[in-house]
């Protein structure tokens, strides 16, 4: 299935659900936003993160009640440095989302958003075990996979696959 | 052992409630944790697990891989489920390629899958049943089990780690007997499905162990991020093969169920209909099989508009190669 180009114009997107609702919210916080192959991304200031998952949560149209995802790519050496990556799911309305955060390498932090949904309690521990990414707000920050007296966080990229031996 | 010392642990609540450490060696925790339990009595009040023993660091090793070689990795992420775990990898690979898959290779897909759910949940009632203490139901699921990894084995070479969905479509053509065994097993697993449910269903001791223990409410398991039969259970009618459907499972005609009451009855109850689902999904499959090749054209390349290719194919024998994980942005990187 050749997939049409992306879309990358706000206006042609503002009627999504989740544009609409985080454009109304705060308009000057959306940064980016990217409609390819199905899917909806946007990418968000950092500052009106947990605010901006609240809206979608609660939204009246279209609520993204369920959090499937949190995660993170290390893009090294470019800066901004991190991505941290929301996929949230509208069960009601059939829909998905992307939210997206950047933040730069130099002690990457981002609010939590356990308070939104409880769902994210593991999913940012695991972030912030293999990314170092930290999240303020979190009930409960510490290493979940790797054992706590691990040096280091695995998935970033300057990382070596086989370890330090 | 040392890092166990400094792992979190419960503080006491009330007097009369007690902590207990449950593994990471615990013979019945399937697959290791470590739970850190505080019991009144029978009752758990609150569990703190403890998770990463089997941690494997799959992500980072797929950081050194072709985009091919990653997908007998995706077999070990969970052992009950490779070919579901293989198609996962394979669509979101098919997705960023934009390949069309045909039609034969998407219901040999979708009928593959369905027999891994039938084989995921079988162990996953044998081993329930056994744990609470009905060892019967263990060696009858245990049986046709058997059966469905025969099939694999019969389809991959395999039985558990099979490796038979490829980026684009299929590692081989099924053999020549292949759907008439599945037929066969089509045929006979409804009535195996009726055995266990004479077995447990109308049990009272299955009922007494069963009905009201660890209850879920519909707002906490959309809270919490459940997912499968557990969010089903609990009352939330959602199902992705139905509501957001993928790999062709808009041809197929099945109920999705579900339970009201949140509890581990209402949820053995959603996984035992969703075994006879699953067959029945099969048989439609069976039915339905259409003829053609097995694995997608390979493009010669593939190229985003905005020119962030990452990704490049370029193969004259109807093989599709990934490039190298990490691509230079804005250049074309060579395939092999």
């Known amino acids: ?165 | 052992m040392a890092h166990l010392a400094s792992t979190p642990v419960l503080e006491p609540g009330q007097d009369r409630t007690m902590i207990l450490n449950m593994g990471p060696q615990h013979p019945s925790t399937h697959g290791v944790l470590r739970v850190l339990l505080e019991i009144d009595g029978e009752t758990v009040v609150r569990i703190m697990p403890d998770i990463g023993y089997l941690h494997t660091g799959i992500e980072k090793t797929c950081e050194a891989k072709f985009y091919q070689q990653v997908v007998p990795l995706t077999d070990r992420i969970d052992y009950l489920c490779p070919l579901t775990n293989n198609l996962c990898y394979a669509l979101a690979v098919e997705k960023l390629l934009g390949l069309e898959i045909p039609p034969k290779a998407q219901w040999l897909r979708v009928l593959l899958n369905e027999l891994t759910r039938i084989n995921s949940h079988l162990v996953w009632l044998g081993t329930h049943a056994m744990d609470i203490g009905a060892m019967t139901v263990f060696l009858y699921c245990f049986r046709e089990r058997e059966d469905v990894l025969r099939l694999f084995e019969t389809v991959s070479g395999q039985r558990m780690m099979t490796s038979y969905f490829r980026i684009g479509g299929l590692a081989l053509e099924p053999p020549l007997n292949f759907f008439d065994r599945v037929r066969d097993f089509a045929r006979r697993f409804p009535g195996n499905v009726d055995e266990y449910e004479n077995l447990l269903t109308g049990n009272p001791i299955w009922g007494m162990r069963t009905k009201g223990v660890a209850k879920i409410s519909a707002e906490d398991a959309v809270a919490l991020g459940a997912s499968g039969p557990t969010l089903r259970g609990s009352g939330v009618d959602f199902d992705l093969r139905r509501d957001m459907p993928y790999s062709g499972y808009e041809n197929f005609k099945f109920k999705v169920p579900v339970s009201q009451d949140g509890d581990v009855f209402a949820r053995y109850l959603c996984r035992v209909q969703e075994l006879r689902e699953s067959i029945g999904i099969v048989q439609q499959a069976l039915d339905g099989m259409p003829s053609g090749p097995i694995k997608a054209d390979a493009p010669k390349e593939d190229e985003d508009a905005d020119g962030s290719t990452d990704l490049s194919l370029q193969n004259h024998h109807g093989r599709l190669c990934g490039s190298r994980g990490r691509g230079v942005p804005g250049r074309r990187v060579a395939a092999r």
């Open chain 1, 1 to 165: 299935m050749p997939f049409p180009p992306p879309v990358t114009d706000l206006e042609q997107l503002k009627g999504h659900p989740a544009v609409a609702a985080l454009r109304a919210a705060n308009a000057a916080a959306v940064q980016a936003v990217k409609f390819d192959r199905g899917e909806m991304t946007l990418v968000v200031e950092r500052s009106f993160l947990r605010e901006g998952c609240a809206v979608l949560r609660d939204d009246a149209e279209c609520p993204f009640n369920f959090l499937s995802d949190v995660t993170c790519v290390d893009r090294y050496p470019s800066e901004p440095r991190f991505e941290v990556i929301y996929h949230l799911l509208s069960i009601p309305r059939r829909e998905r989302v992307r939210l997206k955060v950047r933040l730069e390498g130099e002690s990457p932090v981002v609010e939590s958003v356990t308070a939104v949904w409880p769902a994210a309690n593991y999913f940012e521990r695991e972030v912030y075990d293999l990314f170092g990414v930290r999240f303020t707000g979190h009930p409960y920050l510490r290493r979940l996979l790797m054992p706590e007296d691990w040096q280091g966080h695995p998935l970033r990229k300057d990382y070596p696959v086989e370890g330090y031996r």
